[in-house]
């Protein structure tokens, strides 16, 4: 699958995370956050705000994919992080 010229690099950190992740600074403007279970579920929805934290303290301990989508929630980058 080839990827797109205009990828946006999500960094996504503190990354393990026992409690919440933050996004760094992004190439594009986001809307919304989905965070995915390693089956491919939707757990977890934000709505983007720079500089915030998000919440995961819940979630059971695992492998995530962090889904930066735009206001259409088409996806514009994706990060694996791992929930401790």
Do not use: C, W
Not at 5 to 14: D, G, M, N, Q
Not at 19 to 32: I, R, W
Not at 63 to 78: E, M, P, R, S, V
């Amino acid at each position: 699958m080839a990827q797109s010229a205009k990828s946006t690099p999500l960094k996504v950190f503190p990354n393990p995370t026992t409690e919440y992740f933050q996004v760094g600074e992004l190439g594009e403007t986001a809307s919304y956050i989905s965070v995915f279970n390693i089956m491919g579920r939707n757990v977890r929805e934000f709505e983007f705000v720079k500089d915030e934290r998000y919440y995961i303290a819940d979630l059971p301990k695992g492998l995530y994919l962090i889904h930066l989508q735009d206001k259409n929630k088409k996806t514009i980058a994706t990060q694996k992080i791992e929930k401790r």
